[in-house]
């Protein structure tokens, strides 16, 4: 019954932005905590952003001060706005919701930053 949908990816220009969006459903209980992972081809999947039930953030230092982290709570929907984005940005991006000790993650979403 979970299930984590993403949105929003895409081709972008370098310096461009892009605002990535997982639609949660089905949860009969919050989740401790979302975020948004990534992984780029030949890389292990890292960390790109998470938020707690207590709307603390966190964020990879590679993209501190360019992504924010948010979540509308009404319509369960968890944010990633991506700025300035790099080449090196390009991965795909899943999103994840961890509930007591198991994990959710959506199928995940491409992002390209390419000129």
């Known amino acids: 019954q979970v299930q984590l949908v993403e949105s929003g990816g895409g081709l972008v220009q370098p310096g461009g932005s892009l605002r990535l969006s997982c639609a949660a459903s089905?949860?009969?209980?919050?989740?401790?905590?979302m975020g948004w992972y990534r992984q780029a081809p030949g890389k292990q999947r890292e960390l790109v952003a998470e938020?707690?039930?207590?709307?603390?953030?966190n964020y990879v230092d590679s993209v501190k001060g360019r992504f924010t982290i948010s979540r509308d709570r009404a319509k369960n929907t968890v944010y990633l706005q991506m700025n300035s984005l790099k080449s090196e940005d390009t991965a795909v991006y899943y999103c994840?919701?961890?509930?007591?000790?198991?994990?959710?993650w959506g199928q995940g979403t491409q992002v390209t930053v390419s000129s």
């Open positions: 089905g949860f009969i209980f919050s989740p401790n905590a």
């Open positions: 994840n919701a961890m509930i007591f000790a198991r994990a959710y």
């Open positions: 938020i707690s039930s207590g709307s603390i953030t």
